[in-house]
């Protein structure tokens, strides 16, 4: 009887250890995933502000080449030869 009693109550134990070390993995694996996405946010941020200064960049290149190609228009340049100045196609050009 006192055996028994004895097994029964470490056979609690032992499943609230086993479901304590469960709910310790799950903590450390939430953890792991949050530091996880924590190092990974600044990069993430940053390629993102990159892209963005990237296509900004162009964004402004593109502008100075027509602002560019708008004068030479102007002042009577002939197209084709504008379009091979800047790069710009005649379709571009026309529209300036």
Do not use: Y
Request: aromatic share 8%; charged share 40%; glycine share 6%.
């Amino acid at each position: 009887m006192f055996d028994a009693l004895v097994e029964s109550v470490l056979a609690d134990k032992r499943q609230a250890v086993q479901q304590a070390k469960e709910e310790a993995r799950q903590e450390w694996e939430k953890a792991w995933q949050e530091r996880e996405r924590a190092w990974q946010e600044p990069a993430r941020a940053t390629r993102q502000a990159q892209d963005r200064g990237f296509w900004d960049r162009d964004r402004a290149i593109r502008q100075e080449k027509q602002e560019g190609a708008r004068r030479l228009k102007q002042m009577g340049v002939s197209p084709d030869i504008i379009a091979a100045g800047f790069g710009l196609t005649l379709e571009e050009i026309e529209r300036l």
